[in-house]
């Protein structure tokens, strides 16, 4: 009725150690994007057409007429600000009055339907122009026709949204020199809104220093924002001066330096500098060991002189 049991001599061991829990199992909050991308060529049906933007002369010309159309607004309201001083001691005539007053009217009439005009331009060429380098680097782009519309249309939120999709639009084609012009414009942009509804706010004036008020505030806005469509031009003209399918940087290969032939490496020494061999140095007046290097040279050549082993010449 007896168990042998075998014990290892010395102390017991010590106990296995215990896992510790898991916890709970890891989830990811959005899905992941550390795996491989897998792209697929599309067939030519499956393919959506890239929108076709305004071409380049009718945008071009857009912007022109609206330089004009501002620039003859703020002239207009500057001219009507001196005839308001030249008012104040002298009785104008009618016809003068009433030309200052109309004119500037229909000027600020023809500047708000070319600031809309241009607007809705220079929206359908940034969405082609948005498309296009986005299918040339193969990805669809990422924000959608009508938040692309509506970021640039609607009033105080384009402000935000549409120099956004501009750097967008610059960091893709990487078009590195564009970036302070977009940054001038959008900083133009903000203060000429700004200004704007200052004007728009104190055109309710009917005492005459509020009348006067206004119209250099009006003024002053025809200005900036004629400086923010300048702008837009040069940032206009710097994507159009290169297309999407021309890279913006172009590595050229350039070939090794060949080294000069009667030049050696700089890690060998050269044959008539300071570490030459005595053997391989021509014979010097005086030096019997530079004298007897040439012979014994022939001497190894084939078809040369025979060596002489354990001989001495003769006395």
């Known amino acids: 009725g007896f168990r042998w049991v ?5 102390a017991p061991p010590p106990p296995p150690p215990r896992r510790r829990p898991l916890g709970p199992t890891p989830r990811y909050e959005v899905i992941p994007r550390w795996g491989l991308v897998d792209r697929f060529d599309q067939d030519e049906s499956q393919r959506e057409a890239a929108p076709a933007g305004p071409s380049s002369g009718f945008v071009t010309s857009v912007l022109l007429g609206t330089q004009i159309i501002l620039g003859v607004a703020a002239l207009l309201h500057l001219l009507r600000y001196v005839l308001l001083i030249i008012n104040r001691t002298t009785l104008l005539p009618y016809w003068l009055a009433w030309a200052a007053t ?3 009217v229909v000027a600020s009439v ?23 380098a986005f299918a040339h680097h193969g990805q669809p782009d990422p924000r959608g ?3 692309l519309r509506a ?9 935000l949204w549409a120099p956004v ?6 960091r893709l084609e990487q078009r590195t020199e564009l970036r302070r012009p977009i940054v001038a414009w959008w900083m133009v942009w903000v203060a000429s809104t700004v200004v704007s509804i200052f004007s728009i706010a104190t055109s309710f004036a009917t005492d005459a220093q509020g009348i006067g008020n206004n119209t250099l505030t009006t003024t002053i806005a025809y200005l900036v924002a004629l400086a923010a469509v300048l702008l837009v031009m040069k940032i206009y003209r710097g994507f159009e001066r290169q297309p999407v399918t021309r890279p913006s ?12 032939p009667d030049q050696p490496p700089p890690d060998q020494p050269r044959p008539d500098g300071p570490g030459r061999d005595d053997a391989a140095s021509p ?10 290097a040439p012979a014994a040279a022939s001497a190894d050549a084939p078809g040369g002189a025979v060596e002489n082993t354990g001989q001495n010449p003769a006395a």
């Not at 970021?151 to 402000?159: Q, Y």
């Open 110 to 132: 023809l500047a708000m339907f070319a600031v809309v005009g241009l607007v809705l331009v220079l929206t359908d060429w940034l969405i082609a122009r948005r498309a296009a």
């Open 145 to 147: 026709v009508w938040a």
């Open 283 to 292: 014979a010097e007046p005086g030096n019997p060991d530079h004298a007897a």
């Open 151 to 159: 970021g640039c249309l609607i009033p105080l939120v384009n402000l």
């Open 102 to 104: 109309w004119f500037g």
């Open 249 to 260: 940087r172009r590595w050229v290969v350039v070939a090794e330096r060949p080294g000069r």
């Open 165 to 170: 999709f501009v750097i967008e639009l610059a």
């Open 6 to 10: 075998a014990v290892r001599p010395g």
